[in-house]
């Protein structure tokens, strides 16, 4: 054993590295009875909160109406002490005890160990009613004895209190349970779609970590997680897209610079062996035409790429479009120099003005500008007019066309058709895919007919004053 590791045969494909994922698995029993016990707890919280507060709320109320309510027994029980001698009094009382349910008392008014403004109400001849177990007081007039009625309360009165749980206990307790058990049914319901949802994003999170680009999040089964399962699907298809196209281009330009590589090469090799001053000129000629080749490439690889990775912003500019676009025509015009390269703005109107970004567009232009003046015979016509808020520009050449089976393709990056439109004519497929992506940037589209002329028509169409999103 040498301690290296095992290289694969020649030609196998070398195993892909998965990555390991230590995310875990959601529990639904933890979500529903961590969300029980949340929204339960606050919820018997807030009622016995509320019940405090109402309870405080009418504690005067409650006790007027207990005044005004006791007044005439309280009464009636300090005319029968009145009508026996006051030595009698504890005696008598104690005979009325037997025959109420709450209890009966006298005591000293200087005995009484009560707050200030219950005794106020005392001296004043009023019923004070004491909070801790609703206990009366009333003073016995010009006696100097205070009559005590009760507890009322059957919590502080142990001759109201039944065997066992009171009755207001058990009634709460119940009352309680069958809340408890309603909600829970309720939450289960509403939890157990969110646990599928998010197990569900959980896997489909999980798979594309492992390097399944392919993994798309099943529907969302609540509304909550429906936009955040939107947002994860074009996540991925964004990703993917753009991992599709890295390696689209990766694949396309190393293949695109073999030719002109393999020709600086051997023009290097042949100018060490030229003679001729005509014969090294044609050489170097030959290696600035290959550099220049290159420079394009790159150029052009790196802008589809930039339009590829994310959406540039808009940066429109209201422009006069029919000066703008013959501008643009006259700049090319010196690449045809033996051709008819005609502008026909007849159709538009007087004076229109068109918002576009100032960068992008005359690439658009300048691209279905260039493939007509390598593709065309003789003629070249660039019109344009208005459809609705629409504008729409037609370049036309009579070149051989382009089949209608290739028309959608060749927008794809580095297509080129067979026969004329080929490698021969120079080029590398990406001017027509950056142009559709121009359009698509201006909220338009990209599209190629039959021309009048006799070959093809590229049609370009963009509101004249495109959304700056």
């Not at 979500?31 to 504690?59: E, H």
């Not at 390097?211 to 999040?217: E, P």
């Not at 044609?282 to 790196?302: A, V």
Request: some cysteine.
């Amino acid at each position: 054993m040498t301690g290296t590791e095992p290289q694969p045969a020649e030609g196998a494909e070398p195993p892909k590295r998965r990555l390991r994922w230590r995310g875990r698995r959601y529990s639904l029993s933890k979500i529903f009875f961590n969300f029980y016990l949340l929204v339960m707890g606050t919820f018997v919280a807030i009622a016995f909160f509320a019940d405090a507060l109402i309870s405080t709320a009418l504690k005067g109320i409650t006790d007027d109406y207990a005044r005004r309510f006791m007044r005439g027994t309280i009464l009636m029980i300090e005319e029968d002490l009145f009508r026996h001698p006051k030595y009698s009094w504890d005696k008598r009382i104690r005979l009325l005890d037997e025959k109420f349910a709450y209890r009966l008392a006298i005591e000293e008014r200087s005995n009484l160990n009560l707050p200030p403004p219950l005794l106020e109400q005392i001296d004043a001849g009023n019923i004070a009613i004491h909070r801790d177990g609703e206990v009366m007081y009333y003073a016995l007039r010009k006696s100097g004895q205070v009559l005590v009625v009760g507890p009322l309360s059957p919590s502080h009165n142990p001759e109201l209190q039944a065997s066992g749980i009171p009755l207001e206990i058990r009634t709460r307790l119940l009352t309680w349970s069958v809340i408890g058990l309603l909600f829970a049914v309720a939450l289960w319901f509403w939890v157990r779609p969110i646990w599928r949802d998010l197990e569900a994003l959980r896997q489909t999170a999980r798979a594309l970590g492992e390097g399944d680009l392919a993994a798309r999040s099943p529907g969302a089964q609540s509304k909550l997680f429906a936009p955040l399962t939107d947002t994860l699907d074009g996540m991925a298809e964004q990703i993917q897209r753009l991992i599709a196209t890295q390696k689209e281009l990766s694949s396309a330009i190393s293949h695109e610079l073999r030719t002109p590589i393999a020709r600086l090469r051997f023009a290097s090799e042949m100018m060490s062996e030229a003679n001729s001053p005509e014969e090294r000129q044609r050489l170097n000629t030959m290696m600035e035409n290959d550099l220049e080749e290159l420079d394009k490439l790159i150029d052009s690889s790196l802008t589809y790429a930039r339009f590829e990775r994310e959406t540039p912003l808009l940066n429109l500019t209201r422009v006069d479009f029919a000066e703008w676009l013959e501008d643009q025509v006259d700049s090319l015009r010196i690449l045809g120099r033996d051709m008819d390269l005609q502008l026909d703005l007849s159709q538009l109107p007087d004076n229109l003005s068109v918002s576009l970004d100032k960068k992008h567009m005359p690439q658009a232009i300048s691209n279905l500008l260039r493939n007509a003046l390598k593709y065309g015979k003789q003629q070249i016509r660039v019109s344009s007019h208005c459809e609705g808020d629409l504008i729409v520009v037609h370049v036309d050449d009579d070149g051989i066309g382009i089949p209608t089976a290739e028309r959608e393709r060749i927008f794809s990056a580095f297509t080129r058709l067979d026969r004329s439109r080929d490698r021969a004519t120079g080029g590398y497929g990406l001017g027509l895919a950056i142009t559709r992506r121009v359009m698509e940037l201006h909220g338009g589209t990209a599209s190629v007919t039959d021309s009048p002329l006799g070959g093809a028509r590229f049609t370009l169409a963009w509101p004249q004053h495109p959304a700056a999103d």
